[in-house]
């Protein structure tokens, strides 16, 4: 196989797969790794945890590489990430000095160890290692996974919160990365060590002024749902340090809504309804309380997808075809059906971040929130269950989405249902781009399979509406609405636009 073929989207999903998973790569990827430690023999497994493919640019992948922990028998996890390019890199060499100087700063803080450097190239296989925290789009990341810094960080931070001023204070913090994202996102977790009871708290990182406006939207939003949620409640920040381009949170007690729906535990119905009450209260909030929102329509949406699934048509032709003739349909279904002004969404709004807590849910993570339809959020969390039930071959997907509506829609507009099956349609496909993993032996089926499901749904959309529909549906989806004739969902055109399309 070559590099070349594999970089390029020639050799297609088994030219990826080779440079993922073959043994050739990746005994080449752990001689590099050994070469930067202290002792190769501290080198334990490294796992495969994501991988990115822009084709005919570059292949990521980011993984958790194992390493002895010396004096002990036991490994600690460190996060790295790896890239082989195609074409020259000038990105790479501009950020080459910051990420020296980085470098040293976190061997002279002993960041670095066991390792004693943080990245290493070798040009004859255009790869680049980088390792945690190592990332010179986010300097701060050093010295915020210094435990010394964070003790001292977290000891200010509540003394000057009101969420918790008389909160214990740990000697203590053991510090783990829970996201690493060069150039992208970071976020990092902070564990007490000795026995005061102190909560863990989460770090998440922003360039910019980034990091301000998320942590007043999330306070404010917090704060609304204080006195409005009726039950539903938002995980409110502790503080925004502006010097480190950091939001602080606590820790959730609960377990997310994705963790009971693989489960199958009692009383999931009652949650995905209650889910549906939650993302209905949010929808009401007033822009003006969550500050400037970014706007966000359809046509950005669709955009989006065909982004983030541009590799898929060069792994996967066939499917490739499909999803451009999806999202080429939801474009021409969008303009006929009637619209209303956009309103807060929550922009991410999914079961990994709806929290079942003693009382109630808890809703995390407004980083995504916009000014934009309300049924991308319906749409997006529909979407969301599909793969959920795929993923894990449950039954029930109609019934589970049938609860989740009806929690929803009591007195929802039903063009705002009827647009949330156009969302959910096109969120499958970005979806599948995301979440299906590249390294899976059944990439291709899985993708096939969840591709087939958008373009259902966008078949049983089309039925509904009295349009024509080309391809099979799969009935039950919709069953939950009423199919009313198709010329009420369709928006009005003014009289000047009859007889413009031949």
């Not at 495969?48 to 992948?61: D, E, I, N, Q, S």
């Not at 790295?80 to 195609?86: G, K």
């Not at 977290?154 to 918790?164: C, E, I, N, R, V």
Request: charged share 25%.
């Amino acid at each position: 196989m070559n590099l070349g073929d594999a970089l390029s989207g020639r050799a297609k999903l088994e030219g990826i797969q080779w440079v993922l998973l073959s043994a050739a790569p990746r005994r080449v990827l752990r001689d590099q790794l050994k070469a930067l430690l202290s002792a190769p023999n501290m080198l334990g497994p490294c796992r495969l945890r994501r991988a990115r493919f822009k084709p005919g640019r570059k292949l990521t992948a980011y993984y958790d590489v194992l390493v002895h922990v010396e004096g002990t028998e036991g490994y600690g996890a460190r996060p790295i990430a790896v890239t082989w390019r195609l074409d020259g890199d000038a990105d790479r060499h501009q950020a080459g000095d910051d990420l020296a100087g980085m470098q040293a700063e976190a061997v002279r803080q002993g960041m670095a160890a066991p390792f004693r450097q943080l990245t290493a190239e070798l040009p004859e296989w255009s790869m680049h290692i980088q390792v945690s925290p190592l990332d010179a789009q986010f300097p701060q990341l050093v010295r915020l996974s210094d435990p010394r810094y964070v003790r001292a960080r977290l000891a200010t931070a509540y003394a000057a919160s009101d969420l918790a001023p008389d909160q214990p204070r740990s000697s203590r913090y053991a510090v783990s990365s829970i996201r690493y994202r060069p150039r992208q996102r970071h976020v990092l977790r902070y564990d007490p060590l000795d026995r005061v009871k102190a909560g863990t708290v989460f770090a998440k990182l922003y360039t910019g002024e980034e990091g301000a406006r998320i942590f007043h939207r999330a306070t404010q939003v917090a704060e609304w749902l204080a006195e409005h949620g009726e039950g539903v409640t938002a995980v409110r920040p502790l503080t925004y340090v502006a010097e480190d381009g950091v939001v602080l949170y606590p820790r959730v007690l609960g377990a997310p809504l994705s963790d009971h729906l693989r489960r199958r535990s009692q009383g999931v119905a009652r949650c995905l309804e209650r889910a549906g009450v939650a993302l209905h209260t949010l929808h009401r909030l007033q822009q003006a309380v969550a500050g400037p929102l970014p706007p966000h329509d359809f046509a950005a949406e669709v955009s989006e997808t065909a982004r983030a699934s541009r590799h898929i048509p060069v792994l996967l032709p066939s499917m490739g075809v499909l999803i451009d003739a999806l999202l080429h349909r939801a474009r021409e279904l969008h303009e006929r059906l009637p619209q209303e002004p956009p309103t807060f969404t929550h922009g991410d709004f999914k079961s990994d971040h709806v929290w079942a807590v003693p009382g109630g849910l808890t809703l995390i993570d407004f980083d995504s929130s916009e000014l934009a339809d309300p049924a991308l959020d319906i749409g997006k969390f529909l979407a969301h269950l599909q793969l959920s039930h795929l993923t894990y071959d449950q039954p029930g997907l109609e019934q589970a989405q049938k609860r989740f509506l009806v929690g929803y829609a009591p007195d929802a507009p039903q063009e705002r249902l009827v647009r949330a099956r156009l969302y959910e349609a096109v969120e499958l496909v970005k979806i599948t781009a995301r979440r299906v993993r590249l390294f899976d032996h059944d990439w291709e089926s899985r993708t096939e399979q969840v591709i087939r499901r958008a373009q259902a749904v966008m078949n049983d959309l089309e039925l509904m509406l009295g349009l024509p529909v080309t391809q099979p549906s799969l009935r039950g989806f919709l069953g939950g609405f009423r199919k009313p004739h198709h010329t009420r969902w369709e928006r009005r055109r003014h009289p000047s636009e009859e007889g413009a399309r031949g």
